[in-house]
Structures are given as C-alpha cells and as structure tokens.
C-alpha cells in the first residue's frame, strides 16, 4: 500500500469482470486512507467509501473492504501501521459509511485480521447488522528477519506471514466466527481463509462452517489449485456455495 492510479486499476477490475464466468463471483477487495494521516476516522471512513464507489463503478459485485492489511506504509514513520480492525471504533464507522454509499444492490464484506476472543466476540455483533458476509484472515503481522536478526524488509521489521504458517490461526479464527454467528441470530456469510494449499487445508476450513473458502500464497504456487480442491472433494460439496 499505497496502490497505483486509480485509472489504471479500475482499468484492470473491468477488465477482470468481464472474464469471470456465470458460475464466478468476483470480490473486490478496497482500501482507503487519511489523507493527512492525522489519525482522522472521518477521512478514513470517506476514503474508504470513495474507492467502494469506484470499484462498483468498475463493475464490482461484490466490495470487500480490507480492514486487517499487515503492510500499510505509515506515512508519519517508518514502518506500517497495525491492521484497522485491531479499533473496533474506527472498523465500525468505516464499514457504516461505506454501506451507506453502496447502492443496495452491493453485496458488502469486512475482511478481518486474526483477532483474539473478546476482540472478535465484541466486534462482530456490531458489524453483523451492516455487511453480507465477514472474510478473515488476512496475513498475521510479524516480526520478520533473517537468520542473522536483521529485518528481512529493510527500513520495516513489521510485515504480513502468509501460507502454512497461518493455517492454525485461521482455522481458530473460523471456528469463532461461526460460533458468533450462530449465536448472534443476524446472518452473514463466514468466508475463510489462511494456509490454504491443497484440497485437505481446504476441507478443514470449509468443514468449520464457512460458506466459501478462499486462498491467495496457495494460488499463486498453483494456479490450479481451486479445481483441485473441488475435484477432491465433488462428492461433498453443497451444489452452490462452499466453492473456493
């Protein structure tokens, strides 16, 4: 983060959502900013929505707002900022903003970090109400060196750890999300992900509850990955949904 222009990626996203088929669904993952950096929720919360706006522009089904980014540059030091979700106030109003600009016909999610029990248990009944689904996780922020001590990213010993490393965080985040759902009574779709690199760390994830499962390190070692997880497990795989 910061990303490119926002002419070149709203190029790219239509490009992309004319090449997904009738059977995909493509979510559009945005972020926002303060402008000045002085912390100033207000500017963030429109930040956000504008980029929603423009991704549904582009042709976004679906707006996924990344609330949980391990790698943000902290323009004001150096280094990166701790993921939004970790100020459940500041989460709050950003989401609440942005549903209020999203026309109704937007599906809307809130993608989260990894959050321990009383975060995620006092955080999700606010958002519950507000959005069609929660994601989670992204990357775990991370002290990251090299074998000698030194920051393998220099100028910033903070990073996102991805892959097989999160597989257990993201399966104890799941379980919870879905329990909270469960107990919540306002319905939401659980979308999962973290570690996922083959059918069986799929399975486990989609076995939680979770309607859809999804990966990203995975996919990029293979691309092929989503259709070897459904083939694996075509038998017991719902007709819609569950797909990853």
Not at 138 to 158: A, H, M
């Amino acid at each position: 983060m910061p990303s490119p222009e926002p002419a070149e990626w709203m190029a790219d996203l239509a490009r992309a959502v004319a090449a997904v088929g009738e059977e995909q669904l493509l979510l559009v993952s945005v972020m926002g900013e303060d402008p000045e950096g002085r912390g100033d929720v207000a500017a963030l919360a429109g930040d956000f929505a504008r980029t929603a706006l423009m991704a549904r522009e582009a042709g976004a089904q679906v707006v996924e707002l990344n609330l949980s980014c391990p790698n943000t540059l902290d323009r004001s030091a150096s280094g990166v900022k701790p993921p939004l979700c970790l100020d459940p106030d500041a989460t709050v109003a950003v989401v609440e903003h942005v549903r209020r600009a999203l026309d109704d016909g937007a599906g809307l999610v809130a993608k989260l970090s990894w959050l321990d029990e009383p975060q995620l248990a006092a955080l999700v009944p606010r958002l519950a109400p507000l959005v069609d689904g929660i994601a989670g996780i992204n990357t775990v922020q991370s002290r990251v060196r090299r074998s000698d001590g030194t920051p393998t990213f220099p100028g910033r010993e903070l990073a996102g750890l991805s892959g097989i490393a999160v597989r257990e965080p993201a399966l104890d985040f799941t379980r919870r999300l879905v329990a909270l759902r469960e107990a919540g009574g306002v319905p939401f779709d659980v979308l999962a992900m973290g570690g996922v690199t083959d059918p069986a760390s799929f399975e486990a994830l989609f076995a939680t509850g979770a309607d859809a499962v999804q990966t990203a390190a995975g996919a990029f070692a293979d691309p092929g990955l989503a259709a070897s997880c459904t083939a694996a497990l075509a038998s017991t795989l719902p007709r819609s949904g569950g797909n990853p």
